[in-house]
C-alpha cells in the first residue's frame, strides 16, 4: 500500500471512529464520556483565567510561509484541513493545568478547566476560553454536515464542535492535538 493510501485509510479509520463509533443517538453521552464527573454542574462554577487582551487581527500567509512554520503534520491539518488519527495526539490524554493556543499563530483557545475525556481520542473541551477566539463554519465534507472549528486569528482548522458534550454547555469541541500548544500554568 502505498503513503498515500494508508494517509486516506489513516483518516477513514479516523473519520470511522469519532464519527461512527463515538457518535452518539438521541442526545445520549458517547460511549466512555465522563461527561458529569469531568465539567462543572454550571457555568458559574467555572471562572476561566482571563486571558492578556489579545489581538483578533486576522494573520494572513501564504501557503509557502506557514510551510516554513509549521510541521508537516501541523499545515496538513491546519491549511489543509486535516484529521489526526484518533489516539495518537500528544494532548488528548493530557491532565495538566494550563493553556492551549493556536499552534499557528498563538492565540488562546482553551483553559485546561474545559477539557474532559470524551472517549474519542481526541482533546475535547466544553468550551473555547473566548467566545470570540474561535469561528465556527459549516463543513460538508465525507457526505456530512458538522460544524468545523477554526481558529479566529489566522483561520485554521482545530476540528469540530458537537452538541454531545457535558454540562454547562452541552458542547464537544473535538481538536487535533497537533493544532494546539499547551502551556502548563505556573506552580
Same mark, same amino acid.
Given at each position: 500500500?502505498?503513503?498515500?493510501?494508508?494517509?486516506?485509510?489513516?483518516?477513514?479509520?479516523?473519520?470511522?471512529?469519532?464519527?461512527?463509533?463515538?457518535?452518539?443517538?438521541?442526545?445520549?453521552?458517547?460511549?466512555?464520556?465522563?461527561?458529569?464527573?469531568?465539567?462543572?454542574?454550571? @457555568?458559574?462554577? /467555572?471562572?476561566? %483565567?482571563?486571558?492578556?487582551?489579545?489581538?483578533? #487581527?486576522?494573520? *494572513? =500567509?501564504?501557503?509557502?510561509?506557514?510551510?516554513?512554520?509549521?510541521?508537516?503534520?501541523?499545515?496538513?491539518?491546519?491549511?489543509?484541513?486535516?484529521?489526526?488519527?484518533?489516539?495518537?495526539?500528544?494532548?488528548?490524554?493530557?491532565?495538566? @493545568?494550563?493553556? /492551549?493556543?493556536? %499552534?499557528?499563530?498563538?492565540?488562546?483557545?482553551? #483553559?485546561?478547566? *474545559? =477539557?474532559?475525556?470524551s472517549g474519542t481520542g481526541w482533546p475535547s473541551f466544553w468550551q473555547p476560553i473566548e467566545a470570540s477566539h474561535?469561528?465556527?463554519?459549516?463543513?460538508?465534507?465525507?457526505?456530512?454536515?458538522?460544524?468545523?472549528?477554526?481558529?479566529?486569528?489566522?483561520?485554521?482548522?482545530?476540528?469540530?464542535?458537537?452538541?454531545d458534550g457535558p454540562k454547562p454547555t452541552g458542547q464537544r469541541y473535538c481538536m487535533n492535538s497537533v493544532s494546539l500548544d499547551f502551556t502548563a500554568a505556573k506552580k
Amino acid at each position: 500500500m502505498s503513503g498515500r493510501n494508508r494517509g486516506i485509510g489513516a483518516l477513514v479509520w479516523g473519520l470511522f471512529l469519532g464519527v461512527v463509533v463515538f457518535a452518539p443517538s438521541q442526545g445520549t453521552p458517547a460511549a466512555g464520556t465522563t461527561q458529569d464527573k469531568a465539567a462543572p454542574k454550571s @457555568a458559574a462554577a /467555572y471562572k476561566p %483565567a482571563k486571558p492578556q487582551e489579545e489581538s483578533l #487581527d486576522k494573520v *494572513t =500567509k501564504t501557503d509557502a510561509e506557514w510551510q516554513h512554520i509549521l510541521t508537516p503534520d501541523q499545515f496538513r491539518v491546519l491549511r489543509q484541513e486535516g484529521t489526526e488519527m484518533a489516539f495518537t495526539g500528544k494532548y488528548w490524554n493530557n491532565h495538566k @493545568a494550563g493553556t /492551549y493556543r493556536c %499552534a499557528g499563530c498563538g492565540l488562546t483557545l482553551f #483553559d485546561s478547566a *474545559t =477539557k474532559f475525556e470524551s472517549g474519542t481520542g481526541w482533546p475535547s473541551f466544553w468550551q473555547p476560553i473566548e467566545a470570540s477566539h474561535v469561528e465556527i463554519v459549516t463543513d460538508n465534507t465525507y457526505g456530512m454536515v458538522r460544524e468545523e472549528v477554526q481558529c479566529a486569528r489566522c483561520g485554521g482548522h482545530l476540528g469540530h464542535r458537537f452538541d454531545d458534550g457535558p454540562k454547562p454547555t452541552g458542547q464537544r469541541y473535538c481538536m487535533n492535538s497537533v493544532s494546539l500548544d499547551f502551556t502548563a500554568a505556573k506552580k
